[in-house]
Structures are given as structure tokens and as C-alpha cells.
């Protein structure tokens, strides 16, 4: 039986399994290798707590590009949501673990015994794979941390992001430190006379400042970043005519910005959001960004991504509404500038953080939560499989050194510039040949048409398909779920 092994089981990975078994009509065998985070849920649906919740609105949360309300389908089982009015389900924004309970029940369905409807089998390894080699006759070997191996016929890398940046303190370790937003930080809550201080305003920062406010801890908050902006609010949007050109992918970064700003401009005098022009843009952003130059992406990273990203990732209007007043109530206060430095204080951490001007603070927590994000430089990764595939040249950094370089057809591309044919990958691995590839309107469209890739790469069962149209055109797929 052909073998596919799939490393990582959050969202990417947990999905390119179910679209393999639900999609594959010979015998199949998909082993899915995960570790440190729960299987099906990954860091993101991974959480056990009730006021994480999902920043995309339920209607755009189907976990299958080719049935659009199968989320909703689902949460329609679950009592707590059964009596709900359609559009106030659509537009509901549920608990993070709710979404993770429904990747697990889309998994259990297809981890039930082969039989003539579902050739496919999946199998779940649990454990950190490590290394890859790939024999002469084309079969990988992949070397678990424990020493044991696998076989495979095709490997998919669906990693995820890379673990949290470790910023400028390098190994900095300290009792009121926790590195990693997803630690176990709660047990480690100062006394409410002590400041808790967040690094970084993003995503992250919201959930440690909601759980706090759910904890009831009456203390405050610092949140430090670069540019001090927070998540704006999801919004209704009005009617907006068409702006953008057949071919947006052509404009060039200039131009594109140029016309973004315009009607920006235009919808701030009519008291309107802008943030409609980024949604506008959000179904040719893939192809802009491959259309750029090098010195285009670096440029848009280096004066526009921050902006970008705020009003990108946004959160839902009632949590906005608390942060804000947790900033007018100096509950939670948000400081701009550059983070130099962490230091031991006795018990506490300081950190240092130098303003535009470079004027220098520091500030004294009685815990620091690192929510900077994941690590930006993949050429230093500190990850044991990604050091070896970069010493073998199976993989290479992208240009921008975010990822890893692939190709269109999900293919790795080696460092000598070779598309793999047995190595593949999905997910935050493509930031910087995407730029948007993270969340799950994107991913799900990945999951699925690397599915179809790999079986007809292997089984040559199905007809060929063109990977870079969106699942959304075609028809031809049929689905069980
Ligand atoms: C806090 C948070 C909230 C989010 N909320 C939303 C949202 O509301 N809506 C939305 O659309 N998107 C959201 N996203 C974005 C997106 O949905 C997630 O980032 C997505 O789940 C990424 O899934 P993934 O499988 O690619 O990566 P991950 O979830 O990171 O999963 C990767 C898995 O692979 C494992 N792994 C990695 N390396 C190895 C190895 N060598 N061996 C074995 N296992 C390995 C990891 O431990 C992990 O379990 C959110 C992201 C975060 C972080």
C-alpha cells in the first residue's frame, strides 16, 4: 500500500489527512505525525479556555473549501447552538476549543477502519519527527526523536510557524519570565500591586489580557510593541464599488499603494472604515504578493505589513470594546517602542525598551509574557527538524528567509533550486512565498488541493488537476463530509 506521512496534525496537517482519506478511492496509507500540541487542534484550537475565541465569524470557518456552511452544519448538532437564528450563527465568533472539538470530530470520521467507501487509513504517530532522507528509489526514511523510522512514500510538512522568537535577551530564562504565550503562565500570576507586563500588542496579547479579566486578577497590564497598535474591531462594511483593476497582480507595490491610499482617503471622509480596502484585496493578495520583486516584498514588509497586519487580523467588535476600555480605565497600557532587553530583578523581570527618539525605559514586571510571535529568520531555526533538512539541502530558506521556498504545486524546492518530487509542504512554512497563509479561509483551500496533488502523484487515481485555481472554481469533487 502507497504511504503518505504528513508531519504536524494541527489545522494544515489534520485536513490534508481528511481531504487524502476522503478523496482517495484506492488503498492508502496516511500516517500523521504530531507532537507538543493536541492532535487535530494545534496551537491555535488547542486552547482549553472558554474566552479564546475564533477572530473569523463562523459562516467563514468551514473546514472544507467545497461545502461553505460545514462548520455552521456542524455547531447546529451541538445544543448550545441549535436554537440560534441563522444570521446571528453566521456572524457568531465561537470559542477557539469548539473549533478544535470540530477538527477531532472531522478526524475520528475518518480514522474508522478501511472498508470499500474509505480505502484510505489513518494513522497517528505521536511523536517529534526529526529528520528526512530520501532513498534512491525514492522512498523517505523519517527518524522520530526517539531513533525509530518510517517509511513513506511522499512526506507533506505541515509544521506550522516556527516556535516564539526569542527576541533580543537570547536565552533569557528567569522565574517570572514565560517565553512562549501558550506556557503555563497562569500559574505564575503576580500580585495585583505588581504590573504583568505582555511583549508584543498582537493576537496573543488579547487572549493573556481576556484570560486575565476571566481570572478576575484586578492588577495591570503593560503591552509593549514596535508600532503600539492593537487588533481594530470587525466591522459591517457598506456597499463599495469595484477599484481594482482586472489584474491587480500587475500594478507593482507603488501603484497598488498609491490606489489603496486613495480610497482609504475616500472612505475616511465619508465616516467610513478602510479597512474594506484590505478586504477588498484579500482574494488577489497571494498572487500580488508572487508578482512582486524581491525589493517590493522587502519594502512592503519593512513600511507597510505592520499596518497590514492590524487591520488584517481582526477581532471581534464586544472584545475590542473591553480592550479599549481596559486602555481609558489605565488597566491595560499599551507602550510603543523597541524592546533591548530583559534583566533579573529578584523576583521580578525588567525590560528595557528604547522609543523612537532613543530615549530608553524600563519596566518592572512581576511576570513578562513573550507574545512577539513566531521567529522570523528560518536560516536559524532552532527547530532539530528543520537544521537537518537544511544540512542534507532538502530544503532551502524563501528569498525573504520567512519559510521555506516552494513551489506552486506545493512542491519543496531544494538547495539546488529543485521542485522536490516526494517532498511537499503547506501552511505558515509559505509565509514568504504567499505572504497570507495563515489562516483557516487559506489553509483549508491548501489542505485540499494538496490532497488531490499527492493522490494523483501517487495513486494516479484521479485526473490531473491546476493546483493555483482557487477549489472554490472547480466542480468535480465529491465530498462525504
Ligand atoms: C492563537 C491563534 C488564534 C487563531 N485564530 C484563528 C481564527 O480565529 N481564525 C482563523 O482563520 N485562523 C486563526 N488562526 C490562524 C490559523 O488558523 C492557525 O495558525 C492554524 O491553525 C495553523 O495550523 P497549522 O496546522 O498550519 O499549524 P499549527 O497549529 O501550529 O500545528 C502544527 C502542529 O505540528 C506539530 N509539529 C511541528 N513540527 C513537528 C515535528 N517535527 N514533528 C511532529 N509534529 C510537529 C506542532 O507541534 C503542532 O501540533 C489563529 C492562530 C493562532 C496562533
Redesign the pocket.
Given at each position: 500500500m502507497k504511504k503518505v506521512a504528513i508531519?504536524?496534525?494541527?489545522?494544515?496537517?489534520t485536513m490534508a489527512a481528511v481531504n487524502l482519506a476522503r478523496l482517495s478511492n484506492s488503498p492508502l496509507c496516511i500516517q500523521l505525525?504530531?507532537?507538543?500540541?493536541p492532535l487535530g487542534r494545534?496551537?491555535?484550537?488547542g486552547t482549553k479556555r472558554e474566552e479564546h475565541l475564533?477572530?473569523?465569524a463562523a459562516r467563514n470557518?468551514s473546514a472544507v473549501p467545497d461545502h461553505a456552511n460545514h462548520f455552521l452544519d456542524w455547531l447546529r448538532t451541538r445544543v448550545d447552538y441549535s436554537d440560534l437564528p441563522d444570521p446571528q450563527l453566521r456572524e457568531t465568533y465561537v470559542p477557539?476549543r469548539i473549533y478544535g472539538d470540530y477538527l477531532r470530530s472531522i478526524l475520528s470520521t475518518y480514522m474508522q477502519p478501511i472498508d470499500s467507501h474509505h480505502p484510505a487509513e489513518i494513522q497517528v504517530i505521536e511523536s517529534?519527527?526529526v529528520d528526512i532522507e530520501f532513498n534512491f528509489d525514492g522512498c523517505a526514511e523519517i527518524t522520530l526523536k526517539d531513533g525509530t523510522t518510517l517509511e513513506a512514500d511522499r512526506v507533506l510538512l505541515?509544521?506550522?510557524?516556527q516556535p516564539p522568537s526569542t527576541l533580543a535577551e537570547g536565552a533569557f530564562s528567569h522565574a517570572a519570565y514565560s517565553p512562549d504565550p501558550w506556557g503555563n503562565w497562569m500559574e505564575k500570576i503576580p500580585d495585583p500591586q505588581e504590573d504583568l507586563i505582555v511583549l508584543g500588542t498582537g493576537?496573543?496579547m488579547i487572549?493573556v489580557f481576556l484570560t486575565l479579566s476571566e481570572m478576575e486578577w484586578e492588577g495591570n497590564m503593560i503591552a509593549i510593541s514596535h508600532n503600539g497598535m492593537i487588533p481594530q474591531a470587525h466591522f459591517r462594511g457598506i456597499e463599495y464599488p469595484d477599484f481594482l483593476p482586472e489584474e491587480p497582480e500587475n500594478l507593482g507595490l507603488d501603484n497598488l499603494v498609491q490606489l489603496l491610499e486613495k480610497h482609504c482617503r475616500q472612505l475616511q471622509r465619508i465616516g467610513e472604515n478602510p479597512g474594506i480596502v484590505v478586504d477588498r484585496l484579500r482574494p488577489h493578495t497571494q498572487r500580488i504578493w508572487q508578482k512582486f520583486q524581491l525589493e517590493e516584498k522587502q519594502e512592503f514588509l519593512k513600511r507597510y505589513a505592520a499596518r497590514w497586519n492590524v487591520i488584517r487580523h481582526r477581532i471581534a467588535q464586544p472584545i475590542h470594546q473591553r480592550i479599549t476600555e481596559a486602555i481609558t480605565e489605565g488597566r491595560l497600557r499599551v507602550v510603543r517602542g523597541r524592546i533591548t532587553g530583559l534583566s533579573a530583578q529578584d523576583d521580578k523581570v525588567c525590560v528595557s525598551v528604547q522609543n523612537k527618539t532613543g530615549g530608553e525605559q524600563i519596566l518592572e514586571g512581576g511576570l513578562v509574557i513573550n507574545c512577539t510571535g513566531p521567529n522570523c529568520g528560518f536560516s536559524d531555526t532552532s527547530?532539530p527538524?528543520f537544521q537537518n533538512l537544511l544540512k542534507r539541502g532538502l530544503i532551502r530558506p524563501d528569498e525573504l528567509d520567512m519559510g521555506i521556498d516552494v513551489g506552486a504545486d506545493f512542491a519543496v524546492i531544494d538547495g539546488e533550486g529543485n521542485h522536490s518530487e516526494f517532498l511537499f509542504a503547506i501552511?505558515?512554512l509559505m509565509k514568504g512565498t504567499l505572504w497570507e497563509t495563515?489562516?483557516?479561509?487559506e489553509?483549508r483551500g491548501q489542505a485540499m488541493r494538496v490532497a488531490q496533488l499527492l493522490l494523483d502523484d501517487v495513486t494516479m487515481v484521479t485526473p490531473g488537476h491546476d493546483y493555483r485555481i482557487s477549489v472554490e472554481e472547480e466542480h468535480v469533487i465529491e465530498y462525504y463530509i
Amino acid at each position: 500500500m502507497k504511504k503518505v506521512a504528513i508531519i504536524g496534525g494541527g489545522f494544515s496537517g489534520t485536513m490534508a489527512a481528511v481531504n487524502l482519506a476522503r478523496l482517495s478511492n484506492s488503498p492508502l496509507c496516511i500516517q500523521l505525525i504530531n507532537d507538543k500540541y493536541p492532535l487535530g487542534r494545534g496551537v491555535a484550537y488547542g486552547t482549553k479556555r472558554e474566552e479564546h475565541l475564533l477572530n473569523v465569524a463562523a459562516r467563514n470557518m468551514s473546514a472544507v473549501p467545497d461545502h461553505a456552511n460545514h462548520f455552521l452544519d456542524w455547531l447546529r448538532t451541538r445544543v448550545d447552538y441549535s436554537d440560534l437564528p441563522d444570521p446571528q450563527l453566521r456572524e457568531t465568533y465561537v470559542p477557539r476549543r469548539i473549533y478544535g472539538d470540530y477538527l477531532r470530530s472531522i478526524l475520528s470520521t475518518y480514522m474508522q477502519p478501511i472498508d470499500s467507501h474509505h480505502p484510505a487509513e489513518i494513522q497517528v504517530i505521536e511523536s517529534e519527527a526529526v529528520d528526512i532522507e530520501f532513498n534512491f528509489d525514492g522512498c523517505a526514511e523519517i527518524t522520530l526523536k526517539d531513533g525509530t523510522t518510517l517509511e513513506a512514500d511522499r512526506v507533506l510538512l505541515a509544521t506550522g510557524n516556527q516556535p516564539p522568537s526569542t527576541l533580543a535577551e537570547g536565552a533569557f530564562s528567569h522565574a517570572a519570565y514565560s517565553p512562549d504565550p501558550w506556557g503555563n503562565w497562569m500559574e505564575k500570576i503576580p500580585d495585583p500591586q505588581e504590573d504583568l507586563i505582555v511583549l508584543g500588542t498582537g493576537l496573543s496579547m488579547i487572549d493573556v489580557f481576556l484570560t486575565l479579566s476571566e481570572m478576575e486578577w484586578e492588577g495591570n497590564m503593560i503591552a509593549i510593541s514596535h508600532n503600539g497598535m492593537i487588533p481594530q474591531a470587525h466591522f459591517r462594511g457598506i456597499e463599495y464599488p469595484d477599484f481594482l483593476p482586472e489584474e491587480p497582480e500587475n500594478l507593482g507595490l507603488d501603484n497598488l499603494v498609491q490606489l489603496l491610499e486613495k480610497h482609504c482617503r475616500q472612505l475616511q471622509r465619508i465616516g467610513e472604515n478602510p479597512g474594506i480596502v484590505v478586504d477588498r484585496l484579500r482574494p488577489h493578495t497571494q498572487r500580488i504578493w508572487q508578482k512582486f520583486q524581491l525589493e517590493e516584498k522587502q519594502e512592503f514588509l519593512k513600511r507597510y505589513a505592520a499596518r497590514w497586519n492590524v487591520i488584517r487580523h481582526r477581532i471581534a467588535q464586544p472584545i475590542h470594546q473591553r480592550i479599549t476600555e481596559a486602555i481609558t480605565e489605565g488597566r491595560l497600557r499599551v507602550v510603543r517602542g523597541r524592546i533591548t532587553g530583559l534583566s533579573a530583578q529578584d523576583d521580578k523581570v525588567c525590560v528595557s525598551v528604547q522609543n523612537k527618539t532613543g530615549g530608553e525605559q524600563i519596566l518592572e514586571g512581576g511576570l513578562v509574557i513573550n507574545c512577539t510571535g513566531p521567529n522570523c529568520g528560518f536560516s536559524d531555526t532552532s527547530v532539530p527538524l528543520f537544521q537537518n533538512l537544511l544540512k542534507r539541502g532538502l530544503i532551502r530558506p524563501d528569498e525573504l528567509d520567512m519559510g521555506i521556498d516552494v513551489g506552486a504545486d506545493f512542491a519543496v524546492i531544494d538547495g539546488e533550486g529543485n521542485h522536490s518530487e516526494f517532498l511537499f509542504a503547506i501552511g505558515p512554512l509559505m509565509k514568504g512565498t504567499l505572504w497570507e497563509t495563515t489562516a483557516v479561509p487559506e489553509l483549508r483551500g491548501q489542505a485540499m488541493r494538496v490532497a488531490q496533488l499527492l493522490l494523483d502523484d501517487v495513486t494516479m487515481v484521479t485526473p490531473g488537476h491546476d493546483y493555483r485555481i482557487s477549489v472554490e472554481e472547480e466542480h468535480v469533487i465529491e465530498y462525504y463530509i
